[in-house]
């Protein structure tokens, strides 16, 4: 199969339960998604904090934010 693993191989000799539990879980991907999608807001956030804050958009940005949470879509 195209991209499949060498029987056998071994990722930079970490034990099996560290494999288990980062790589085959896709605990590893849930971290660096996490990561990646809050960076742009933290640098969005610290480049113009008050200029973002105090508009329209934000106000109706966050009781759009709000009323998602209420409503339990999310979860």
Request: charged share 5%; hydrophobic share 55%; aromatic share 16%.
């Amino acid at each position: 199969m195209a991209g499949a693993p060498v029987g056998g191989a071994e990722l930079w000799g970490l034990p099996q339960w560290i494999i288990d539990v980062f790589l085959v879980t896709g605990f590893a991907m849930i971290l660096f998604t996490c990561m990646i999608g809050q960076l742009a807001t933290q640098v969005n956030a610290s480049h113009c904090m008050l200029d973002y804050i105090n508009t329209y958009f934000a106000v109706f940005t966050f009781y759009t934010a709000m009323a998602i949470e209420f409503s339990g879509l999310m979860h």
